[in-house]
């Protein structure tokens, strides 16, 4: 198990435009990191990284091995259930079979990826079919090309354990995978005051979802890790067996100062990884 650093948490940097991925790379080394998740945009878009051809993926890959980091996931966004755009639907569909021959190409092994929203007025139940049939469309894709679909629970269409597993079992592929987030879909956790009865729900989600997790995301918005129990984090993900990666996302990066941060967290769940490896040797 490592920690890693999520560019999403540079997300208003990069938006200022004086900022670029080398930066980002420069700095998760200088913080310690050895690991990283890379935003990629979206279809028709590039975000955070200057471009997605493969000459610059593979410089930006190569960059990173120089600072002694792996890319172990590129972070894509889709929505396979927006109606009311069937062209660009399907260009979600297009772009995350392009970016799991662009994964594999580049030795990332996670390609991070979604389900999609609520469309108002529609069926549900044909926006989850959608869901599924794009999804087993795109699994069949990252089989062919020996890539992971880490299912991050980000989108309101299949956002819990159970409609996940709802959503694994009707694709059935092995390459069909999970990047946990525990916070998503839990409105208190990083309120500042969190619901102790939401909190025992977000661990037993997360309990559901970490053995079938490829890589994994952890929102924190300050440098205690606020208000999770780190041990108890980072046991669940032990005893499912998780040997991924768990990328950081700092939330408010322009008030909570993410050199002090970023490192902290880091230095935190090392300590409780090596404390759980302790007990289990």
């Known amino acids: 198990m490592k920690i890693g650093l999520h560019s999403w948490s540079r997300q208003a940097t990069f938006k200022e435009g004086a900022y670029d991925i080398w930066q980002f790379l420069d700095e998760a080394a200088n913080w310690g990191f050895h690991a990283v998740e890379l935003m ?7 975000q955070h990284i200057p471009a997605d051809d493969l000459e610059t993926l593979r410089r930006i890959v190569d960059y990173a091995r120089e600072r002694d980091i792996v890319i172990n996931c590129w972070s894509t966004y889709n929505d396979f259930s927006f109606v009311k755009n069937e062209a660009w639907r399907q260009a979600n569909v297009r772009y995350i079979e392009d970016w799991c021959d662009k994964a594999a190409a ?3 092994p ?8 609520w469309v108002e007025g529609e069926d ?3 926006l989850e079919q959608l869901v599924i049939e794009e999804t087993r469309k795109v699994a069949r894709r990252a089989e062919d090309r020996g890539v992971n679909l880490a299912l991050e629970n980000h989108n309101t269409i299949f956002l819990y354990a159970d409609g996940i597993r709802q959503l694994r079992d ?7 995978t999970t990047c946990p987030d525990p916070s998503n879909g839990f409105k208190s956790i ?4 969190p619901d102790p009865d939401e909190i025992e729900a977000m661990y037993a989600n997360l309990t559901q979802m970490a053995p079938h997790a490829t890589n994994a995301h952890l929102k924190i918005i300050d440098e205690h890790a606020s208000p999770f129990d780190l041990d108890r984090l980072i046991g669940i993900y032990a005893d499912a067996g998780f040997a991924g990666t768990i990328q950081l996302e700092i939330v408010k990066e322009g008030t909570n100062h993410l050199d002090v941060v970023a490192p902290a967290v880091r230095e935190q769940l090392e300590a409780a990884i090596a404390r759980r490896q302790e007990v289990a040797a």
């Open 40 to 46: 990629t945009g979206k279809a028709g878009t590039v």
């Open 170 to 176: 009707a694709v059935d592929s092995r390459r069909l």
């Open 110 to 117: 996670n390609l991070r990826f979604l389900t999609g929203y």
């Open 190 to 193: 990083l309120s500042g005051t």
């Open 106 to 108: 580049t030795g990332v």
């Open 124 to 126: 549900p139940k044909r």
